[in-house]
């Protein structure tokens, strides 16, 4: 099984007020620790789909380590992200499951989308999600048998309603810290602290 990885990394970040893409934890950005999950795990292609203050965003990265496109549409939704990175990797790569995973997200590691792909290898579920907060999240994988109904997602629908829709075709992996978010200079602060 071939493994892609679409992080997801357009949005305004209109309560931060800057891009959360480029804000700092332990001397790293919040997309430079996603990229760094991608990089470190199993998976065997990744792509960062970037979209407000893009050139800004790449300036903080280097270009060799893992590719990056552009969705001019992201202000239409999460959903657009989706879609972009999935037509990537399906006309580069081919994989026979994806991870999506966000940028916003600093306890993401590849440890943990490490756990995913073995979650799926030994369930043999079509989805595996992060677990948290009483419902389940992103990370999350997706096998080939859903990348269509991803392909239709609209507006800011995000991958979970795929995911709670097919509970029967669903395993999960416990990741208390996938609650924590950065939307706010407060939860930024509280991450820091």
């Known amino acids: 099984m071939t493994t892609g ?47 407000a203050n893009r050139d800004e965003i790449k300036k903080t990265f280097s270009g060799a380590s893992i590719p990056n496109i552009p969705n001019p549409h992201f202000e239409k939704g999460m959903s657009t992200s989706i879609k ?16 999506i995973m966000l940028c916003d997200q600093p306890f993401v590691d590849a440890k943990l989308l490490n756990k995913l792909i073995a979650a799926q290898e030994k369930e043999g579920k079509g989805i595996v999600a992060c677990a948290y907060s009483k419902t389940v999240g992103v990370p999350i994988l997706f096998g080939k048998a859903y990348f269509k109904e991803l392909m239709e997602l609209t507006g800011d629908e995000g991958a979970k309603q795929i995911a709670l829709a097919h509970e029967e075709d669903l395993a999960t992996i416990a990741f208390p810290k996938g609650k924590v978010d950065i939307d706010t200079e407060e939860d930024l602060k509280e991450l820091n602290g």
Do not use: H, W
């Not at 800057?18 to 990089?39: C, E, F, G, S």
């Not at 972009?84 to 499951?97: A, V």
């Open 5 to 51: 990885i679409i992080i997801l990394a357009a949005g305004e970040s209109t309560r931060l007020g800057y891009p959360k893409q480029i804000a700092k934890y332990k001397d790293k950005t919040l997309l430079q620790l996603a990229i760094d999950a991608a990089n470190g795990c199993k998976a065997d292609k990744r792509v960062v789909v970037l979209g």
């Open 84 to 99: 972009i990175g999935l037509e990537y990797m399906l006309r580069f790569d081919q994989p026979d499951q994806v991870i």
